[in-house]
């Protein structure tokens, strides 16, 4: 096989396979029922054409009898008056006219086996149409119902094209969702560590961090000793006496004299 050949092959396959893609079965069943419904009108105006010509055969027939009769009145009258020969002549047209009419007859027989033949045809087609558009309509209703039917599986499955797209629609929602969420909630754990300065509000230093926490730890013992307080008597007495003694004990080593320094008074003693 050559190339050309090859080729040929390929976009002949190709042109097939796309226009089964692009035929639709009840714009193909129309167009065939319309195709049926030209040659059954042309196989009618056929035999209206024969008829016709039959009926202006007969015409001509009965006209050239009626000049046959004249001829043969003519030719009686002239043998009345003893006229031989105008009856001779009368009654010589009056043969011609005989064999127009025998012509005429046959061709008129032609016309009326004719006119029978495509009668019979019209109607056996005619038949034929209404068949076909009979079993059209019910192909059409078949397909459109199963057609119906296999949109409706294929939504009920999600197979089909259309709610494929959604379905991807809404994963790809999904996932996009996901993904803002997990980043908003690593940004707010970032900020609360620390790791990432909140540019909403004023930016501190480490040393404004350390007081922050240092009230944060004051409000927090503040608010427990609220709470020990609020305890009934014999339970609060316990933790506000060693809070006391550890106050007491802080107070002490902070007036103590540190080792090594000497008094004001000592010095100038031991001088």
Known sequence: MSIFQRIKTIFGAKADKALDRMEDPNQTLDYSYKKQLELLQK????????????KRLELQMGQLEQQQNKLQGQAQKALEINREDLAREALSRKSGLSQQINDLQSQHQNLVQEEQKLTTASQRLQAKVDAFRTRKETLKATYNAAEAQTKIGE????????????????????????????????????????????????????????????????DVEIELQRMRESLPGGSAGAPRAALEAEDAVVSDADDAPQTGEQQPGQGGGQA
């Open 155 to 218: 939504a009920f499955t999600g197979i089909s094209e259309e709610f494929g797209d959604v379905g991807m629609a809404i994963q790809r929602a999904e996932d996009k969702t996901a993904a803002l969420q997990a980043r908003a909630g690593a940004v707010d754990e970032l900020i609360a560590s620390g790791a990432l300065d909140d540019l909403s509000g004023t930016p501190q230093d480490d040393i404004a961090a350390q007081l922050d926490s240092l009230s944060s730890d004051q």
């Open 43 to 54: 196989v009618r105006r056929g035999v209206a054409d024969v008829a016709t010509s039959r």
